[in-house]
């Protein structure tokens, strides 16, 4: 926070009094309100209204406990989340998040950057998230299960169609959202899209699975014809190997790029032939189906290293693709990439760039798309399945394709169009603020002070 100024660290300075210990949740309202404070006050209709800080405090969130029996018989006790952030112009939207790392900071950041994104989806989402400090690896299916109607048997009270749709995140793919559906429709005796990246035979809707990943390399690819330039022939570093780094690797693949990385919570993979198809197949049936480790890629394909204590981002690379966690990038690692030529990172993951990471990026000049940007195609085809689901139709896979590419084509625009400095550099940072702020602070001063 050394940089900021008198009216940026007054600003955070008060927010931050009123959420103490909640470090994650500070740095995403510090990141915003660098940028949305300068444009404040030049239109005073904003300041007048108070709507940034209404929008650092929840319109509600629910705390509670989560008891389940183990497959041992054991009574075990997890705690609950839903932070519903801003309804101001649609539905609380976001995912839920199953993670030992869970905690109210965590889950209030993330809802507070899902406003921001779902706005920038053109969609009318408002923004949300919750999850728990559960920790589904090395639980057995039906261990899940239980847990999941547990969640939900407190959680069904709270969300509805038109009130809260929630959907997946870390911990929270396919196996969970199916368990969750069924628990809400048991209890509500309705079927109804209460959920989104639910299976294809009961209302979900093609391509939501691979979105996040394919709408981050269509943002990329934008930027990329927007400086004549292309993702053909490039190295790429990707973190993470679950659902947003795999579809993010199979649309790299496609574009003619070569990614060279994937990680876990137990390291690194550099394979410096490059995934391709057949590895990214076997990540894939690794990671969903058995649940094992990464550095089993490294077991089977030779020319591969796996390395316990490095980050994909010690590895000399064109572009770099965070698709892990939050902060998985700090400054450090930043001042490798770029001394190593790196010329872009575009986020997969939630805030994984550190405070300082970012800083360094910007006043580097390289580009920079953060997740709220790059990775609403996540949020953007869920958004496309409740219109599904609500007209009780299904579109073609090349429909949704279509709709998310124009939607990430969309998202570029605006952060061009509010980004653009007097030097022609795009500060993509500055742009998704302020464009997925204007929608939200135009309708909730339209709705009065609510
Ligand atoms: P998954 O659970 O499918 O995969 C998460 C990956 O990140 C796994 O490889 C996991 O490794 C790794 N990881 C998690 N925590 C850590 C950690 N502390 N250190 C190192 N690696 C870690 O989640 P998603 O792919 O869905 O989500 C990844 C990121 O993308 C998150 O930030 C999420 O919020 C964001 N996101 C996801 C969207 C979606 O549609 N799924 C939409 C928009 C954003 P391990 O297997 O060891 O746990």
Redesign the pocket.
Known sequence: MSNLSKDVSDFVGKISKRNPHEPEFMQAVTEVAETIIPFIEDHKKYKDANVLERMCEPERVMMFRVPWVDDQNNVQVNRGFRVQMNSAIGPYKG?L?F?P?VNLSVLKF?AFEQVFKNSLTTLPLGGGKGGSDFDP?GKSDAEVMRFCQSFMTELSKHIGGYTDVP?????V?AREIGFLFGQYKRLNNEFTGVLTGKGLSYGGSLIRTE??GYGLVYFAKEVMDANDDSLEGKVCAVS??????QYAIEKLIEFGAKPVTV????GCIYDPDGIDTEKLEFIKEL?NEKRGRISEYADKYKAAEFHKDITPWNIKVDFAFP????N?LPLEDAKTLVKNGCKGVFE???M?TTEEALSYFREQKIFFSP?KAS?AG??ATSGLEMSQNAQRISWTRDEVDYRLKMIMRSIHKNCVDYGTGSDGYVDYVKGANIAGFVKVADAMIAQGVV
């Not at 990680?263 to 137990?266: A, L």
């Not at 698709?323 to 939050?326: F, K, N, P, V």
Request: with cysteine.
């Open positions: 995912g998040r993670h790392t993330l690896k959907a997946g995140d870390i911990g793919g979105a996040t993470g190997s679950g659902n947003v780094a990680s876990d919570s137990g990671k698709c892990a966690t939050q998985e997969g993951a939630n994984p997740g990775n996540g949020v």
